[in-house]
C-alpha cells in the first residue's frame, strides 16, 4: 500500500500549483492502527493551484474541495477510497504554513474556528504537520528544506504557549458560576477547552508539537510536567461531572484544583 501511495503523492506532485505532498497523521508518526486513514498533505502556492488537474486526477466518483471548501484552516481536499482503505488529500497553502511558521518562531499563534475542531484549530499545528510528516514527493525541495527547520521547536512558541494557560483558571472561574446555576453545558464547555488549552501547554513545555485534539490527553498525561495522575483525573472530571449545582461546583472544585497544580508544573 506505501508504495501505491507513493506514486499517487509523485502524480499529485505534478499537478500545476502543487509544490510537494506529505504523508501525515498516525501513519507519519508510526502511531497507526491496521484501520487507519493515509493522510496526504497536499502543499500548493496561492492561486496556482490547478483545481481542474486535481480533480481529473481524482477522478470523475471523487469531489474535490479547493481551497476555503473546508473551511479557514483545513483548506480543502478529498476523500478516497484504494483498495477499500480510505486516503485523505487535505489540502495545505504553503505560503500561509510558512507565514505561520514564522509567526511561531516569533511566539505568535492563533486559534480559529474550523469544523472537526472543538478546541479550535491551533495554528502551530501548521508547521507541526511538515515537522513530523514524511516528504513523499518534493520536485523543489521546498518542503523538505521546511521540515529540517520546523525539526527544532521555537523557544519563543514554547513560552507563548504555557503562559497562555493563564486562560485555563479564567475558565474554571467561569465554570464556577455556571455550576451555581446548575448549567451543565457550559461547566462542561468551559472544562473541556481548559483541559484541552493545559493539554497545549505540556506538549509545549517538552518542546513536542500538538497538532490537534484527538489523542491530546493520552499523549500529554505522560509528558514530564504531566502531575501525577493527569489523565485519569481529567477523564474522572469530565465523564461524571454532575447535574445539580452541588455535583457540578464539586467537580469544578476537582478542575480548579487539577489546573493550578499544572500550571505550577509547567512553571517550575
Not at 28 to 54: C, I, K, N, T
Not at 184 to 200: D, E, K, N, P, T
Not at 228 to 245: H, M, N, S, Y
Request: aromatic letters at 8%.
Amino acid at each position: 500500500m506505501y508504495e501505491m501511495i507513493k506514486e499517487m503523492a509523485g502524480r499529485l506532485a505534478a499537478v500545476p500549483g502543487v509544490g510537494g505532498v506529505m504523508l501525515g497523521g498516525s501513519r507519519a508518526r508510526g502511531e497507526h492502527r491496521p484501520e487507519s486513514d493515509w493522510d496526504l498533505g497536499v502543499y500548493y502556492r496561492g492561486d496556482a493551484l490547478d483545481l481542474g488537474a486535481l480533480r481529473a486526477l481524482a477522478g470523475p466518483d471523487v469531489e474535490v474541495s479547493g481551497p476555503g471548501g473546508w473551511g479557514p484552516w483545513v483548506n480543502g481536499g478529498a476523500w478516497l477510497k484504494v483498495d477499500g482503505v480510505a486516503v485523505d488529500w487535505i489540502l495545505r497553502d504553503l505560503d500561509r504554513v510558512e507565514r505561520v511558521w514564522e509567526d511561531c518562531r516569533e511566539g505568535r499563534y492563533e486559534v480559529g474556528v474550523q469544523p472537526g475542531h472543538p478546541l479550535g484549530f491551533w495554528s502551530p499545528c501548521y508547521p507541526g504537520e511538515v515537522a513530523l510528516g514524511q516528504v513523499l514527493a518534493d520536485p523543489s525541495g521546498e518542503l523538505t528544506a521546511l521540515r529540517a527547520r520546523t525539526s527544532v521547536y521555537p523557544e519563543p512558541l514554547r513560552e507563548a504557549l504555557i503562559a497562555g494557560a493563564w486562560e485555563a483558571e479564567f475558565l474554571v472561574a467561569g465554570a464556577a458560576k455556571g455550576a451555581a446555576r446548575a448549567d451543565g453545558l457550559y461547566v462542561s464547555l468551559c472544562l473541556s477547552r481548559a483541559f484541552g488549552i493545559l493539554a497545549q501547554a505540556l506538549f509545549a513545555a517538552d518542546r513536542r508539537w500538538c497538532l490537534n485534539e484527538k489523542g491530546a490527553l493520552a499523549s500529554a498525561e505522560l509528558l514530564p510536567s504531566a502531575p501525577p495522575g493527569f489523565g485519569d483525573r481529567v477523564r474522572a472530571l469530565l465523564g461524571a461531572q454532575g447535574a445539580t449545582a452541588e455535583a457540578l461546583s464539586a467537580t469544578v472544585e476537582g478542575a480548579r484544583a487539577l489546573i493550578e497544580e499544572t500550571r505550577a508544573a509547567l512553571t517550575a
